[in-house]
């Protein structure tokens, strides 16, 4: 799409930084943006034009104000510079840029791939929701690239010092605890009681891997001819390492069972017919990493609360007049429910 007015930049600093540094960068640049996505701004670089035209993808922060430690384009480039040659599916960084003078905020530029991202409805060329092994395909290809990424030798992928995992559950529900209460504008009891019960109830974590931290479906590309194979994973800005079952729990916060009322981030269709059921999609997780999921739940009520959080976020950016994005305005009542929705799934409920 056409860049969004309060979201455009200037091109001309921004030629200056890619110039000899990115292949093709010498010819005439078109920018244009990438109309997905609620957070991070995603922008398509080409230069040139035609057939023989080089494109990129630069990613940034978004407008406004943003919680210390999110969206950081640093640690993203670091991610992504690397974890390419042990995880293909990873898209390469090819330069970061922390002048925010540039364009306005700190920013990384990658390459491009190619494939059908699937957000919210199955696409026609995969049945349109109506093709049961297409939507079999779909559900199982989230949960076995997960798996697989899960077994990556952090190593091998030159991010062994990345995060540090020792008391990694406790820091993650402190901080999006601090998260929910910086971006609150109202009182919500749940969110406290939530909060204290996580505290109470943090389960022994499994030996530490690489996590994603935003694991679903609408963070992948699939092959345009095959809905079962991944060929690209986006959004690594909050990639560590730490207990994987925590990547598991945020993707499960998001896979609706038939009858369940979906959030307002309901970005997989998982009530087509052939999908996965949640408890078959984590009885797969468990056949393919080969880790025991007894607290998985526990698991799945913090994935849901993160959730509620990251709504509110956004939210509260739009209600302070930090960004016009009309798509915000309901993100506050999409907090509100799944905050309800995290104090249901927790066990014994």
Known sequence: MEVRPDEAFDPAPLLEVVAERLPGSDRPLTVRQFSRGK???????????????????????????????????????????????????????????????????????????????????????FGGGDDPAANRALSGVVIDTLAEFHAVDPVEAGLADLGHPDGFLARQVAGWNGRWEKARHEDNPLASELARWLETNIPASPRPTLLHNDWRLDNMAVAPD??????????????????????????????????????????????????LRRRQAIERYARASGRPIGDVDWYVTFGTFKLAVVLQQIYIRYRRGQTADERFAVMGDGARHLLTLAASRRPGT
Not at 68 to 94: Q, Y
Not at 241 to 268: C, N
């Open 226 to 275: 095959d809905p079962g194979r991944c060929v690209a994973v986006y959004d690594w800005d909050m990639c560590t390492r730490g207990d994987p079952l925590a990547d598991l729990g945020t993707l499960m916060a998001v896979w609706y069972d038939p009858g369940e009322a979906p959030g307002a981030l309901d970005t997989m269709p998982t009530t087509s017919p052939g999908w």
């Open 39 to 125: 957070a991070n701004l995603t922008y398509l670089l080409r230069f040139g034009e035609g057939a023989d035209a080089q494109e990129y993808v630069l990613r940034r922060p978004p407008l406004g104000p943003i919680a210390p430690g999110s969206h950081d384009m640093a640690r993203e480039f670091r991610v992504l510079s690397t974890l390419w040659r042990a995880f293909p599916k990873a898209p390469r960084a090819h330069l970061f840029c922390d002048d925010p003078s540039v364009i306005g905020a700190p920013f990384l530029v990658m390459e491009r791939r190619h494939g059908v991202v699937v957000q919210g409805v199955v696409p026609p060329s």
